[in-house]
T-cell receptor
Framework: AQSVTQPDIHITVSEGASLELRCNYS??????LFWYVQSPGQGLQLLLKYFSGDTLVQGIKGFEAEFKRSQSSFNLRKPSVHWSDAAEYFC?????????????WGLGTSLAVNP | EPEVTQTPSHQVTQMGQEVILRCVPISNHLYFYWYRQILGQKVEFLVSFYNNEISEKSEIFDDQFSVERPDGSNFTLKIRSTKLEDSAMYFC???????????????FGSGTQLSVL
């Protein structure tokens, strides 16, 4: 069965510190992986995605993620966190659903940033 | 960047009442979706819609749910007789019709928080 696990429910980091949010997936075929961010009162915004090719993908807002097939992981990283990065982060895997696709989501990781 | 618009942002209803959640997808998009997130749980896929018909639906999307594109701009989710467990944040999303479907980018609205009392 397809599933996405985000082991950390809540993380707190200091502004300027580095960040890594973990994501593990279970999917039989080639995974299409996504990270979304949800700021308070905002919709879900795509940070980055992996379909194929280079396993290190760059996204918006200075985020990057690395796909590691051997570990079934797609961890999100940022070298220096800003206070505005405080939000909920969701990892998702895309699977075919009829003619469309659907996303299987992780539970999310809530990020708090200390000044 | 273009936006998906959802109204209302928060809806409160009594159990057994009908609710309609409204979404205005991005104008040139052809694929539409509803997801929901119950507090403390994962975001869940409900339904996808293309060419005026449901393309795929989850087990959650039972006979109490329906979707409609009543005109050229709106995409609605109707819950006929709400239950307490329908309380959740409902997200609408839309995407273009690209040849390689997996390359589509989903644009999400900011959600409607439905509270069933």
């Amino acid at each position: 069965a397809q599933s996405v696990t985000q082991p950390d429910i809540h993380i707190t980091v200091s502004e300027g510190a580095s960040l890594e949010l973990r994501c593990n997936y279970s999917y039989g075929a080639t995974p299409y992986l996504f990270w979304y961010v949800q700021s308070p009162g905002q919709g879900l915004q795509l940070l980055l995605k992996y379909f194929s090719g280079d396993t290190l993908v760059q996204g918006i807002k200075g985020f990057e993620a690395e796909f590691k097939r051997s570990q079934s992981s797609f961890n999100l990283r940022k070298p220096s966190v800003h206070w505005s990065d405080a939000a909920e982060y969701f990892c998702a895997v895309g699977v075919r659903a009829g003619n469309n696709r659907k996303l299987i989501w992780g539970l999310g990781t809530s990020l708090a940033v200390n000044p | 960047e273009p936006e998906v618009t959802q109204t209302p942002s928060h809806q409160v209803t009594q159990m057994g009442q009908e609710v309609i959640l409204r979404c205005v997808p991005i104008s040139n998009h052809l694929y539409f979706y509803w997801y929901r997130q119950i507090l403390g749980q994962k975001v869940e896929f409900l339904v996808s819609f293309y060419n005026n018909e449901i393309s795929e639906k989850s087990e959650i999307f039972d006979d109490q749910f329906s979707v409609e594109r009543p005109d050229g701009s709106n995409f609605t989710l109707k819950i006929r007789s709400t239950k307490l467990e329908d309380s959740a944040m409902y997200f609408c999303a839309s995407s273009e019709a690209l040849r390689q479907w997996i390359n589509e980018k989903l644009f999400f609205g900011s959600g409607t928080q439905l509270s069933v009392l």
